[in-house]
């Protein structure tokens, strides 16, 4: 439970001046005081007294609140929902859907493990030609690719055709995640989507606030035999619409993408769906 308390003090614009103004205004009072009593202006020290308990009990309900908040969800959390000059949305929300490529802002260990330093689609497989799509946080290590027509993504393997021109995370090693500050607008039992491909039979897991709440979940290989072409196997795309069902609860928290075993995946996004 998180309580905030607004207070119309002088020379206080910011909640978090409160405590400094606070102890700066007991400091001044106790000092007259003191000077008062010294000077025997015994009417004036009374005044002084009162003015003091006033300031005490501002005080006791600052550490009361301040208390409260040891409960925040995102704890001392320090990522940063995703946005730029296209996606301007910040937190994702649930239900609907969380966009695998708008993992949060701050980087390797915060928001996200990567097992290489460099982005091997955007720059890379995508080269840097001024695109959206292809530049897309071309400067992180998540690696970060998007779905092609003329027979790429495209294709008649797909046991889900995919819309063209999607943002996806791939090139995925085992270890890796990505964190996502969600809002959970309706708190309750959902059911968990994926869009993805796989090269091979993949494992995943999810947390929320940093807490395992699925243990691994198996992601079906989409390999196809009859594809002749190689590089396709790791593009054919399916959509599971149950992996999982989990209990959340309402509001601001961070959900974690981790893949637990293979990788050799691409996720597009997660769908989540209330059930009750
Ligand atoms: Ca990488
Ligand atoms: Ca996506």
Not at 38 to 52: G, H, L
Not at 64 to 91: H, R
Not at 185 to 205: C, E, F
Request: charged share 15%.
């Amino acid at each position: 439970m998180i309580i905030t308390v607004t207070l119309s003090l002088s020379n206080v614009d910011r909640v978090t001046d409160f405590p400094v103004c606070l102890h700066t205004g007991t400091l001044r009072l106790t000092y007259r005081l003191l000077r008062d009593l010294f000077t025997q202006k015994v009417y004036q020290a009374m005044k002084r007294i009162s003015s003091v308990v006033k300031m005490g009990i501002p005080l006791l309900l600052f550490i009361i609140c301040n208390s409260c908040n040891t409960g925040n969800p995102l704890g001392d959390y320090k990522g940063i929902p995703f946005t730029d000059e296209a996606y301007k949305t910040g937190v994702q929300s649930i239900p609907g859907k969380i966009q695998c490529e708008y993992y949060d802002l701050g980087g390797e260990g915060i928001t996200f493990h990567d097992s290489d330093s460099i982005n091997s689609g955007s720059g890379n497989y995508n080269p840097a030609d001024g695109s959206y799509l292809h530049e897309f946080r071309i400067n992180e290590s998540v690696d970060i690719s998007y779905t092609k027509s003329n027979g790429i993504d495209e294709n008649p393997y797909n046991l889900v055709h995919p819309e063209m021109d999607q943002l996806y995370i791939g090139w995925i090693n085992p270890g890796e995640w990505t964190k996502y500050t969600i809002d959970v607008k309706t708190p309750g039992l959902y059911q968990v989507g994926i869009m993805y491909t796989a090269h091979d039979n993949g494992q995943i897991s999810l947390s929320i606030n940093d807490i395992d709440i699925t243990g691994p979940l198996d992601i079906l290989s989409t390999y196809v035999a009859d594809d002749t072409l190689s590089m396709r196997q790791w593009h054919h795309w399916n959509y599971l619409d149950n992996i999982v069902q989990v209990e959340l609860q309402k509001g601001l928290q961070t959900l974690t993408l981790h893949t637990v075993a293979v990788g050799q995946m691409n996720y597009d996004y997660l769908n989540f769906s209330i059930i009750e």
